[in-house]
């Protein structure tokens, strides 16, 4: 690798939020007991910054869309692993799909009609934001958030999986979004 560690720390660490929010979303939720995100995450920066000196890209989208595709690869990797299944190509490659159309879902939340390169950039940038501000939540309020807006389930769904009422669901997400918007204001 023919760049400092400082400046590859530099490049990769603005991304470890947002590889968390979309490893979060596409972990199996029998395997999130036994694997934490964080840690598919760590491997897959870690990877990453051994891989530096293959990374052909020259924006922060390129980059991003280079790490989402070394996360997939150990999410499908942590499956077989905690499966003890066979490797399945096919498989592998819906995942990555998946985590691509969830990164496509946090920009299509953000964006309106912004279609111009600049503003594909900013949207860019707010997603990052997003995925930091989202790490700073309670992980209750979080994980309401992102099974209401992300995976679509309702109040009652998100109560069972959280164990709670869907009142109480109702609470966290209530909270969680006031929550997120003075986060998101407080990094503008």
Same mark, same amino acid.
């Given at each position: ?114 279609? @111009? &390169?600049? =503003?594909? !950039? ?5 997603? $990052?934001?997003?995925?930091?501000? *989202?790490? +700073?939540?309670? #992980? ?24 709670? @009422? &869907?009142? =109480?669901? !109702? ?5 969680? $979004?006031?929550?997120?918007?003075? *986060?998101? +204001?407080?990094? #503008?």
């Amino acid at each position: 690798m023919d760049r400092p560690p400082e400046e590859a720390g530099a490049l990769l660490e603005p991304f470890r939020a947002y590889l968390r929010l979309l490893a979060r979303l596409h972990l199996a939720p029998q395997l999130r007991g036994k694997l934490d995100p964080s840690d598919v995450v760590q491997q897959a920066l870690l990877q990453a910054y051994q891989a530096l000196d293959q990374f052909r890209g020259r924006s922060p989208a390129e980059c991003a869309a280079w790490l989402r595709q070394i996360l997939a690869r150990n999410l499908a990797q942590a499956v077989r692993d905690f499966g003890r299944d066979k490797r399945d190509v096919a498989r592998e490659r819906a995942l990555g799909a998946s985590v691509d159309a969830s990164s496509e879902r946090l920009e299509a939340w953000l964006a309106a009609d912004q279609s @111009s &390169p600049s =503003a594909r !950039a900013v949207r860019g940038e707010q997603v $990052l934001r997003l995925a930091d501000a *989202l790490e +700073r939540l309670p #992980e209750a309020q979080r994980e309401a958030l992102v099974l209401q807006h992300w995976h679509g389930l309702s109040l009652a769904e998100i109560g069972t999986h959280l164990g709670r @009422s &869907p009142d =109480a669901v !109702a609470g966290l997400i209530k909270r969680g $979004l006031k929550q997120l918007r003075h *986060l998101l +204001r407080e990094s #503008e």
